[in-house]
């Protein structure tokens, strides 16, 4: 099993958790999010448009948007509700676990080119991107998937018109023939199936961007905050939920991020949070990826062992002991927490 299915229409599923000691997650085992149903898109005949606040309104095909100076970066991609199935109250969204995220090497254009190309009017203040999938969201009201990003953030260098993943043409699951990737931002941000892009000289007003994927009844957090840098989050990639381990020395393993800053921290409790312990931390592929840890292990005692992982960032942002609830289950980055039996 490649996936974890959590949702079949439409389809949604999760990374198993031991494919998230890989530094690269394989294509087959990336996580995958999709609002509605996955279009069938041929990449011979696909455009992206370009329009809007633009002094030039471009369309182009796969082919000359390949031939655009190429850039490849390594970038961690999260669900915003990566977490989500642990909260309570339970809040509405797909029941993740903690496996929405991968990592991959992304091979695309960087968006200022073709920004460029256009010509941005001096008004312009945000990028709208639309993406080929489309349905209803309440009765009588269908939209497309779109959201939007500060004009900044859609002209910096690894912000990607990406077409390949880990050296392969995108997949449909994944958002072929063309998808945006904003590396650090949740994956919300990386529309896939991408169609056009809108330049709007008032901030964009769409479902997905004011209605949905917000920071709403969050203590400390201003209502309606929309979700951007991923939180700081480590995860137990080994040993897995239930597994039994034999009474030596062993290790616990996993990756750790964080948006805003570097990872400058591992710490990982064998009984239930009472202690911590230091772990190792590999190097990151880059400089938006995940770092790897370790931590060797030899339990004192037989029996059930509760393990906790958090993390801390290069800002001192560590991840909390108790739930981040909010009443759309963003964002939750409580410490992973794994429990094991010693025979």
């Not at 200022?112 to 001096?122: F, I, K, N, Q």
């Amino acid at each position: 099993m490649r996936l974890i299915t959590i949702e079949d229409n439409p389809y949604n599923a999760e990374t198993p958790m031991r494919e998230l000691s890989r530094v690269i997650t394989p294509i087959e085992s990336f996580f995958v999010r999709s609002h509605f149903d996955i279009p069938d898109l041929e990449p011979s005949t696909h455009r992206l448009q370009i329009e809007g606040a633009v002094r030039l309104p471009l369309s182009l095909d796969l082919k000359e948007i390949k031939a655009l100076p190429a850039r490849r970066i390594t970038a961690t991609l999260e669900c915003a509700g990566n977490g989500r199935i642990g909260l309570v109250p339970k809040t509405p969204g797909v029941r993740w676990a903690f496996g929405a995220t991968s990592t991959a090497h992304f091979t695309g254009a960087p968006l200022h080119h073709l920004l460029d190309r256009a010509g941005v009017e001096a008004g312009a203040v945000e990028a709208v991107f639309i993406g080929a999938d489309r349905g209803e969201v309440e009765p009588g009201r269908t939209v497309p998937f779109e959201r939007s990003l500060p004009l900044s953030l859609a002209r910096h260098p690894d912000t990607l018109l990406t077409w390949e993943m880990n050296g392969e043409p995108l997949t449909p699951l994944h958002g072929s023939p063309l998808r945006l990737v904003v590396p650090r931002w949740y994956a919300v941000a990386s529309v896939k199936w991408l169609t056009r892009i809108r330049l709007v000289t008032q901030p964009f007003q769409g479902y997905y961007q004011t209605e949905k994927y917000l920071y709403e009844q969050e203590a400390g957090i201003p209502d309606k905050t929309p979700v951007s840098l991923m939180r700081v989050r480590a995860v137990i990639a080994k040993p897995t939920e239930g597994e039994t381990l034999p009474r030596d020395q062993g290790e616990i393993s996993g990756m750790a991020w964080a948006g805003g800053a570097p990872i400058r921290k591992v710490e990982v409790s064998v009984d239930g949070g009472r202690s911590w312990l230091a772990a190792t931390l590999g190097p990151a592929p880059s400089e938006h990826a995940w770092t790897p840890w370790s931590l060797t292990w030899s339990p004192n005692a037989p029996g059930e062992h509760l393990l906790l992982v958090r993390a801390t960032d290069a800002t001192g942002q560590t991840q909390p002991l108790g739930q981040s609830w909010n009443a759309q289950g963003y964002g939750n980055n409580v410490v992973h927490p794994v429990r094991v039996k010693v025979s």
